[in-house]
């Protein structure tokens, strides 16, 4: 009787260890499991706001990322490394900027609110983005990711209506919340698996009653529509377009109708934005702006300060003016809005470039799915860090620039991709 051995192929171990976590995998899934525990605070345990604990992610990402960062290096499967200065250089001045002017008023000021995690923490762009530039198949490690998120979601929805008695407060990580429906529609198959992700992500919407979520949501529908819906009207005929267009219009103003009758009908139904509480902090942060319109402050202000104009539900007088980009404006003058702005943009630049040219081999369908919620994610932060302080906040500092890191590196990976086939091609 012949036996027959079943020898695995080389390709096939090759996936093999590819898809296997390797140690550096399992200490940043630990530092994504603190972060997303400290942004999204479930329990509303507000451990973020405790000094002791506060940091503790970034502290466990800096050895995870320079381990990972020596043995990409060491290793001979890398063929080629793309610069992340050259990308982010603005982003990274700025950052080196805000940390200077944030040491020199800790020490020499002697305060206590400073910038100084608004600064260091873009820092972690840089980290992720090698991070999983160098990786072999970041494929596992995004979707241990995902479903953090969503169980912190799930978890912290279910606690705080079942034990809390109350409406989840998952306010100001809109941008970590509703796009992630963008992945199930990415990753779904047919219009009906497509459809249920457009209701997980009104759901995912109405868990925060905020203007800033509307906001996410509208942004994440009109990305969907230009990136997925859009491109197959080019080959419909001209009336299909048309009625197309024109349904789309119709939909637009019954949304806008839908949001001002509830409005006038019953005011306290939805969100007012705490127009008091903002326009008078933004008052504020715009004098400083005018005594120093070129350069600011140089970010030797105070990060948050004694609001004295009506008492609010805080522990602390001491609040932040409430928007992010009013900061550095104020704080940096022209000079560091341009700064960040142009820093965005280049970025945004680089990903959609090397996104569009990319190989279709570059990217597995789960990693472009996983590419898509890190866009919508990154854009929709924009609004959400125009309204909020999310860049003074360690952990959702830490996940807004995690998830630019990760959009750069899957960039990357498209690049050097495309670098690597090419150099096969003319041997």
Not at 76 to 99: D, E, H, Y
Not at 255 to 265: C, D, E, R, S, V
Not at 295 to 324: R, Y
Not at 364 to 387: E, K, M, Y
Request: overall charge positive.
């Amino acid at each position: 009787m012949a036996v027959t051995l079943n020898v695995p192929q080389a390709s096939d171990m090759r996936v093999a260890d590819r898809d296997r976590l390797i140690m550096t995998d399992y200490g940043m899934l630990f530092v994504l499991f603190l972060a997303v525990m400290f942004a999204m605070d479930p329990f509303i345990l507000n451990i973020d706001k405790h000094t002791i604990f506060k940091h503790l992610h970034l502290m466990a990402a800096v050895p995870v990322v320079t381990l990972a960062w020596v043995g990409a290096r060491l290793s001979a499967r890398q063929g080629s490394f793309t610069s992340i200065i050259s990308i982010c250089w603005p982003l990274m001045l700025l950052a080196t900027w805000i940390v200077a002017g944030a040491l020199y008023a800790r020490f020499h000021d002697k305060l206590v609110e400073t910038f100084l995690i608004m600064g260091v923490y873009m820092f972690v762009t840089f980290g992720a983005a090698r991070f999983i530039a160098d990786h072999r198949d970041p494929t596992k490690l995004l979707n241990f990711y995902l479903s953090l998120l969503f169980i912190a979601i799930v978890v912290g929805a279910g606690w705080q209506a079942g034990y809390l008695h109350r409406w989840s407060e998952f306010h100001e990580e809109e941008f970590l919340t509703v796009p992630l429906a963008v992945y199930i529609f990415a990753k779904a198959r047919g219009p009906l698996a497509r459809s249920w992700a457009l209701v997980l992500m009104f759901v995912l919407m109405l868990l925060v009653v905020k203007n800033t979520s509307f906001m996410v949501a509208a942004l994440s529908l009109a990305y969907l529509w230009w990136g997925f819906v859009r491109p197959r009207q080019a080959n419909k005929e001209a009336v299909s377009r048309l009625f197309h267009y024109y349904l789309l219009l119709i939909f637009g103003f019954m949304l806008i109708g839908l949001y001002a009758g509830i409005k006038y009908m019953n005011g306290s139904a939805l969100p007012d934005g705490n127009p008091k509480y903002r326009l008078y902090t933004y008052e504020r942060t715009w004098e400083v702006f005018q005594h120093s319109p070129i350069w600011g402050k140089s970010f030797t202000g105070a990060g948050a300060e004694k609001f004295g104009q009506f008492q609010v539900l805080s522990s602390t007088q001491i609040l932040p003016s409430h928007s992010d980009l009013l900061d550095i404006l104020a704080q940096g003058g022209v000079i560091g809005l341009v700064l960040f702005l142009y820093g965005l943009w280049r970025i945004a630049r680089y990903i959609r470039l090397r996104f569009r040219l990319r190989l279709p081999e570059a990217l597995s369908p789960t990693l472009t799915a996983h590419f898509h919620w890190l866009a919508v994610s990154t854009l929709t932060a924009i609004p959400v860090v125009a309204f909020n302080p999310i860049m003074l906040q360690p952990g959702k500092a830490f996940l807004l620039w995690v998830n630019f890191g990760i959009l750069i590196g899957l960039a990357m990976r498209c690049a050097e991709y495309g670098q690597v086939s090419q150099r096969r091609r003319s041997y």
